[in-house]
């Protein structure tokens, strides 16, 4: 038994024997993550070379709730359209006659003019209505209207 005893105690030992040799490690704050886009765009830009699948930023005020989640939103250089994703999934609502930051992707659906596809809004409060995750699938994907009313509590602003 002491044999035993002896080669479990040289086998913890000198691990920790090697980590008190080690120089001290600390924890710094990690760095800051990086914006996903540097500064919003110009709506004039993305029209004149949409890149679908990109993801963009912008800074436009609600012109007019066109329904069915679809929003027209104009900066100084132009105007598009942003989505929210389906009804019968949930509904959103934006507030008029105040700069929102517009954070999505753009998508051209069957050669139409581009649109941008909303992850998230931000109000000049800061305040946030985040609207899909930041990565992967849309919450929506792979289902289908089997309702008329929606399956999800609206987005809250937060």
Do not use: C
């Not at 993550?33 to 890149?51: N, Q």
């Not at 900066?75 to 999934?89: C, F, L, M, N, Q």
């Not at 069957?110 to 992850?119: C, E, L, M, R």
């Amino acid at each position: 038994m002491s044999r035993l005893h002896d080669r479990l105690t040289a086998s913890i030992a000198s691990p920790l024997a090697l980590l008190a040799l080690a120089p001290a490690l600390t924890l710094a704050d990690p760095p800051p993550a990086e914006p996903l886009v540097a500064e919003p765009m110009l709506i004039a830009t993305i029209l004149e070379d949409p890149r679908p699948g990109t993801r963009v930023q912008i800074t436009a005020t609600l012109l007019h709730d066109l329904g069915d989640n679809e929003v027209l939103v104009e900066d100084a250089s132009g105007r598009i359209i942003v989505e929210g994703g389906p009804t019968w999934y949930h509904r959103i609502t934006l507030p008029a006659d105040e700069p929102l930051l517009i954070d999505g992707e753009v998508e051209i659906e069957d050669a139409d003019q581009p649109t941008i596809d909303i992850y998230r809004v931000v109000r000049a409060d800061g305040s946030e209505l985040r609207i899909r995750p930041e990565q992967g699938a849309s919450p929506w994907s792979g289902r289908s209207a089997t309702a008329a009313s929606p399956i999800a509590e609206p987005p809250a602003w937060q």
